[in-house]
C-alpha cells in the first residue's frame, strides 16, 4: 500500500492537472494517474477556446479569471473571431464570438507542466482499475490517499467508486484533422447532418478541426457515418483516423463531493450543453478543487466547499443551456421546425445563446 500522497487525482486532462497546479501550491503531496501513454494524445476534442472576455461574459460570476486563463501566445493556433451558424438549408447567422483554436495534446501537456512545477508528481500509463473511499488501485499498485480527486472524464469511474451520481445523459462525437485552407470563421452546421448536436469546421494554423457530435435519441446511424457524409457535403478531406469521445449534454450531477472524495470537469458534468464546450469550467472548477483540497488537508474545510463554490460561480449559466437546450429539442425533430425557429431566433439570440444566457427576453 502506497501512503506516499495526501491527494490522488485519476486523469490529466484541463481538469486534473487544474486540480493538482492548485492543490499543490497549496502544499499537498498530489500524485495523477494518467491511463495514457503521453499526456494530450490522442486528441479527442474540436480544439477551440473562447478569448477571456468571452469566458466572463458566459461566467461572470466566476471569480479571478485572468491568471486561470493566462494561456501562452505560442498555444494559439488560429484567432477566430466569428461564428456561423448554418440551418438545415445552410442560411448562414454570423455571431461575433472571439476565441480561438489551439493544439489539444500541447494544450493539455501545458497544464500538466504547470502542475508538475507546482510539485505534483504525474504517472502516465497508469491506468485505474478501482476506487473505493480512501484507496485506488492500478494494475501495479494501490494507494491510500486522504483525498480521491475523479477528473476522469465522461464515464468516471472514481463517481462510481465513491458513490457519486454519473452523466445521466452524453452523446458520442468524432473529429479529425482537415487539410487545406479555411476563413478564420467557426462554422456551425445544424439539421439532419447532425441530429440533436452539430458538426463543425474549427480553422487552425495549417487546416482545421472538423467533427460531428451526434445525439443518439435523434439519430439513427453510427456517428463515424454521419462524419463521412459531412466531410462528403463539406467537401473536406482529412488526414488521419478520426477520434470519438462522448460529451455529457445534461449540465452537472447532482452532487459533486463526499467526505474524502470530489469529481471535477467532465467526470462532474461540468460541460455547456448549448456547445459540448467543457475546456474552460474544467480550468475554473479545478482551480476550485484544488485551493479546497489543500484547505481540506491543513485546515479541516470541509469538502462541501468545493460544491458550493462552483454552484455559486458557473452553476446558473450552465443550467442556462441545459434550459435551452431542453427547447431546442423540441425543434430538432424536423428541418422545417428547425429552420423556422433558427430564423426567428436570428443572431443576436443565437449570441446570447452561445454565451449561456436565455435567449428570451
Ligand atoms: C469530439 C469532441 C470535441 C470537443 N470539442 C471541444 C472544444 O472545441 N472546446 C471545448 O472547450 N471542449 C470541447 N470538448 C469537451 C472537452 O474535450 C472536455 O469538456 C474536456 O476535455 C474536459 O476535461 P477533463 O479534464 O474533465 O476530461 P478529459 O479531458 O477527458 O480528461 C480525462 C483524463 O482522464 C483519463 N482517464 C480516464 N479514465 C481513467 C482511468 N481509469 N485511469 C487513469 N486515467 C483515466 C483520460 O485518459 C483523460 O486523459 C469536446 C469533446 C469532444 C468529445
Not at 71 to 92: V, Y
Not at 156 to 169: H, I, T, Y
Not at 324 to 343: D, H, N, Y
Request: proline share 7%.
Amino acid at each position: 500500500m502506497n501512503t506516499d500522497f495526501d491527494v490522488v487525482i485519476v486523469g490529466s486532462g484541463p481538469a486534473g492537472s487544474s486540480t493538482a497546479e492548485h492543490a499543490a501550491l497549496g502544499g499537498a503531496r498530489v500524485l495523477v494517474l494518467e491511463r495514457k501513454k503521453v499526456i494530450g494524445e490522442p486528441v479527442a476534442c474540436g480544439e477551440y477556446m473562447p478569448h477571456l472576455d468571452e469566458i466572463k461574459a458566459s461566467f461572470p460570476r466566476a471569480e479571478d479569471l485572468d491568471p486561470v486563463f493566462d494561456i501562452p501566445s505560442s498555444l494559439i493556433s488560429r484567432e477566430i473571431d466569428l461564428i456561423r451558424i448554418l440551418s438545415p438549408s445552410a442560411h448562414g447567422f454570423d455571431v461575433p464570438f472571439r476565441g480561438y483554436t489551439t493544439d489539444r495534446d500541447r494544450f493539455d501537456k501545458y497544464l500538466a507542466s504547470k502542475a508538475v512545477k507546482a510539485g505534483a508528481v504525474i504517472r502516465t500509463s497508469s491506468q485505474v482499475t478501482s476506487v473505493k473511499e480512501g484507496e485506488v488501485s492500478t494494475r501495479d499498485e494501490t494507494y491510500r490517499a486522504k483525498v480521491i480527486v475523479g477528473a476522469d472524464g465522461p464515464i468516471s469511474k472514481v463517481a462510481m467508486g465513491l458513490g457519486l451520481p454519473r452523466n445521466p445523459e452524453m452523446y458520442p462525437a468524432v473529429t479529425s484533422q482537415a487539410v487545406g485552407d479555411f476563413e478564420p470563421i467557426m462554422e456551425m452546421h445544424f439539421g439532419g447532418l447532425a441530429p440533436g448536436a452539430y458538426a463543425w469546421v474549427l480553422p487552425k494554423k495549417n487546416g482545421a478541426n472538423v467533427g460531428v457530435g451526434v445525439a443518439p435519441n435523434f439519430s439513427g446511424g453510427r456517428v463515424g457515418d454521419y462524419f463521412q457524409d459531412f466531410l462528403r457535403m463539406r467537401k473536406l478531406e482529412v488526414k488521419g483516423r478520426p477520434i470519438g469521445k462522448y460529451v455529457p449534454s445534461n449540465g452537472p450531477v447532482s452532487r459533486t463531493f463526499t467526505s474524502s472524495g470530489l469529481l471535477v470537469g467532465d467526470a462532474a458534468g461540468h460541460v455547456m450543453a448549448v456547445n459540448g464546450g467543457g475546456i474552460p469550467i474544467a480550468m475554473i472548477c479545478g482551480r476550485i478543487a484544488g485551493r479546497t483540497v489543500a484547505d481540506h488537508l491543513k485546515n479541516g474545510v470541509p469538502l462541501s466547499q468545493y460544491e458550493e463554490s462552483w454552484r455559486r460561480q458557473i452553476y446558473k449559466p450552465l443550467r442556462t443551456a441545459v434550459h435551452t437546450k431542453m427547447l431546442a429539442s423540441l425543434f430538432f425533430g424536423g428541418p422545417r421546425r428547425l429552420e423556422f425557429s433558427m430564423r426567428f431566433l436570428g443572431e443576436r439570440r443565437m449570441g446570447n445563446i452561445l454565451r449561456c444566457r436565455p435567449s428570451f427576453p
